[in-house]
Antibody, heavy 119, light 110 residues
Framework: QITLKESGPTLVKPTQSLTLTCSFSGFSLSTPGVGVGWVRQPPGKAPEWLAL???????RYSPSLKSRLTITKDTSTNQVVLRVTNVDHLDTATYYCTHISGVYNNDYWGPGTLVTVSS | QSALTQPPSASGSPGQSVTISCTGT?????????VSWYQQYPGKAPKLMIYEVSKRPSGVPDRFSGSKSGNTASLTVSGLQAEDEADYYCSAYAGRNKLLFGGGTKLTVL
């Protein structure tokens, strides 16, 4: 049974960095073809894909946010971390981590964590 | 404005069929067969309903089907049930590290 869960701060000040952790179980990020990604969804709006990391440490980023994102994996602890630098109010959203199979196929999602950017 | 265009709303009576469209371009939907559909209830995470245009994950009822023609993908829900009332989002791989989402369609079961 694949499960994922996001954790991190609920409130971040503008210009600060945001660090989110995805803890997962039911699969290994060492298995060929498997990845973990991040998607965010501002309140009342559509989801937006952010980044992913594959089993072989291949990392992909949304071109529009690439300069502000860093994704890392720790296979030994079954965790993936996403860092977002220089946040502003437009980064207020529910952040989801996802299990990925195939080509960017987000087939399992965590429950999400709401992050608010405000001073 | 989202990169993929969906109608904001769709509706149908129980038992009927409804189709939701997702229009992209020749750079995404028109080129790659990596179109997915997600169902989302309020306050919940999206759930994958269709992937690679027309494939259903295990556990998804066969009332849900997907197709694609040119730059437009479609999700059809047959035999509508009250529990199908939700928001539906399409996504499409666009190459060069791009995964696009549609703006979402609110499906109402009358």
């Amino acid at each position: 049974q694949i499960t994922l869960k996001e954790s991190g701060p609920t409130l971040v000040k503008p210009t600060q960095s945001l660090t989110l952790t995805c803890s997962f179980s039911g699969f290994s990020l060492s298995t060929p073809g498997v990845g973990v990604g991040w998607v965010r969804q501002p309140p009342g709006k559509a989801p937006e894909w952010l980044a992913l990391v594959y089993w072989d440490d291949d990392k992909r980023y949304s071109p529009s946010l690439k300069s502000r994102l860093t994704i890392t994996k720790d296979t030994s602890t079954n965790q993936v971390v996403l860092r977002v630098t220089n946040v502003d109010h437009l980064d207020t959203a529910t952040y989801y981590c996802t299990h990925i199979s195939g080509v960017y196929n987000n087939d399992y999602w965590g429950p999400g964590t709401l992050v608010t950017v405000s001073s | 404005q989202s990169a993929l265009t969906q109608p904001p709303s769709a509706s149908g009576s129980p038992g009927q069929s409804v189709t939701i469209s997702c229009t992209g371009t020749s750079s995404d939907v028109g080129t790659y067969d990596y179109v997915s559909w997600y169902q989302q209830y309020p306050g919940k995470a999206p759930k994958l309903m269709i992937y690679e245009v027309s494939k259903r994950p295990s556990g998804v009822p066969d009332r849900f089907s997907g197709s694609k023609s040119g730059n437009t993908a479609s999700l059809t829900v047959s035999g509508l049930q009250a529990e199908d009332e939700a928001d539906y989002y399409c996504s499409a791989y666009a190459g060069r590290n791009k995964l696009l989402f549609g703006g979402g369609t609110k499906l109402t079961v009358l």
